[in-house]
């Protein structure tokens, strides 16, 4: 019988691979990051880069035998570039980047997940690759006191595997994360450096729609104005990707000969509309209703007098449990006598 590990980092239940081997092939010229992003990743890679020299050549390597390796925190909204950044960042280092999908390396046999994590910074080791965590603050979650449920003493187990394994490697490691608040208290003194990528400001979002445009062969209209669309819509990198993309397709659908086709204005901007829309609709919550009776007095007393009710409501069915059992009691007693 073939080990569930293997299973697992084969890909043989389907679905997204748990852990997949890229060879990189974007570069930092492929992403537009504001200029505060940009100066912490070019100190990032600094670090990286000059690591044999402060290590090796000066010795510190022979001063701490822990914690030489270089792990980085990109923290950010989703479509800001933190995986193009992680995918350049091995490219500049020539090296392939293994992409950690934590969602799919979290077993369903108890106790598998941490040999899982642990397999991982093996298979980086063999390959010398860059380990990149994706969606990070699932595996680095805060660890529960106590841990009374197995789920609970498991998601410790993992944090606690993933911290050994982070002071023992001696390679390059790179969390992703939209939620950094999340993570354990104890990564933050082994994270080298923590990265904030931000949202585009209008500059940045007028190179980020003219680099999703091939120079030669996009048949653009005469009418088409990334500034002016960079102006009107605070979309991500992600958003502006997805837009242009809806955009075009808009466009080849329209009827007459391929030739003559062109991707107008019009067609971005109702593409942006429908993106942002999208996002829109994501975000929707059960916290939205909190919101609105925050910000509306009446529905905020409604809310309370419905609270008040319930707690009524379980006093009387608590108070009624209580005489039922009373009365038991008492029938019990008489038959017995």
């Known amino acids: 019988m073939s ?10 239940f389907g679905g997204r691979r748990p852990v997949e081997t890229i060879v990189p092939q974007r570069t930092f010229a492929d992403v537009i990051l504001p200029p505060a992003t940009r100066r912490t ?42 995986t193009i950044c992680a995918e350049a960042i091995a490219h500049a280092l020539g090296a392939k980047l293994l992409v950690v999908n934590y969602a799919e ?72 994360t939209n939620l950094a608040a999340n993570f354990d208290p104890a990564f933050e003194r082994r994270i080298r450096t923590h990265v904030l990528f931000e949202m585009p400001g209008p500059v940045e979002r007028e190179r980020i729609w003219q680099v999703q445009i091939h120079p030669a062969k996009t048949p653009l209209a005469p009418d088409v104005d990334f500034r002016a669309l960079a102006e009107r819509f605070e979309g991500s990198g992600g958003d502006i990707k997805n837009a242009v993309l809806k955009a075009a397709t808009a466009a080849a659908a329209e009827p007459g000969p391929d030739a003559a086709k062109r991707i107008h204005q019009r067609h971005f901007v109702q593409a942006a509309e429908d993106v942002l829309a999208a996002k829109s609709v994501m975000r929707q919550s059960i916290f939205a209703e909190e919101d609105a009776a925050r910000d509306d007095p009446l529905l905020g007393a409604i809310r309370a007098a419905e609270e008040r009710w319930r707690a009524v409501a379980l006093a009387g069915i608590v108070a009624g449990g209580g005489g039922l059992l009373v009365a038991v009691g008492a029938l019990v007693v008489a038959l017995m006598r």
């Open 41 to 82: 990743l070019d100190q990032a890679l600094a670090q990286v880069r000059n690591h044999g020299l402060i290590f090796g050549g000066w010795g510190l390597g022979e001063r701490h035998s822990t914690g030489l390796g270089l792990a980085f925190n990109f923290a950010g909204p989703p479509g800001t570039g933190k």
């Open 3 to 12: 080990s569930p590990l293997l299973s697992i980092f084969g890909g043989r």
């Open 105 to 176: 390396v979290e077993s369903m046999w108890v106790g598998e997940t941490p040999k899982n994590v642990a397999a991982v910074f093996r298979m980086a080791v063999e390959q010398n690759a860059v380990l990149f965590f994706d969606e990070a603050d699932a595996i680095a979650t805060r660890r529960t006191a106590g841990g009374a449920h197995p789920h609970q003493r498991e998601a410790n187990t993992v944090v606690n595997v993933l911290l050994r394994e982070l002071e023992a490697f001696n390679g390059v490691v790179i969390f992703a």
